[in-house]
Nanobody
């Protein structure tokens, strides 16, 4: 079984920074694209950023220049450095990964971590 566990959320003032981490564990052979999504109350879940196993990154327009996604394949971990946070970044953030394990190729989700940005 594969699990994704997020950490690093919390309450921060506008203009501040947070760093989210998401570690994958289990019977993992390899991990493909890893990503961060967010979902605010009453809204659909949206992609924030993702990163391929080759290191190519993709960001939603509203976070470009403020957020940085990275990964450490030795630790099966993806990070999201969030700078210059705005109140509209307030959401539950979920990590996501395409994982090849003995169960086959599947997409897994973390449990979510709350990020709250006060004005």
């Amino acid at each position: 079984q594969v699990q994704l566990v997020e950490s690093g959320g919390g309450l921060v003032q506008a203009g501040g920074s947070l760093r989210l981490s998401c570690a994958a564990s289990g019977s993992i052979f390899s991990i493909g694209t890893m990503g961060w999504y967010r979902q605010a109350p009453g809204k659909q879940r949206e992609l924030v950023a993702d990163i391929t196993n080759g290191g190519s990154t993709n960001y939603t327009a509203s976070v470009k220049g403020r957020f940085t996604i990275s990964r450490d394949d030795a630790k099966n971990t993806v990070y999201l450095q969030m700078n210059s946070l705005k109140p509209e970044d307030t959401s539950v953030y979920f990590c996501n990964a395409r994982v090849l394990s003995r169960l086959g190729l599947n997409v897994y989700w973390g449990q979510g971590t709350q990020v709250t940005v006060s004005s």
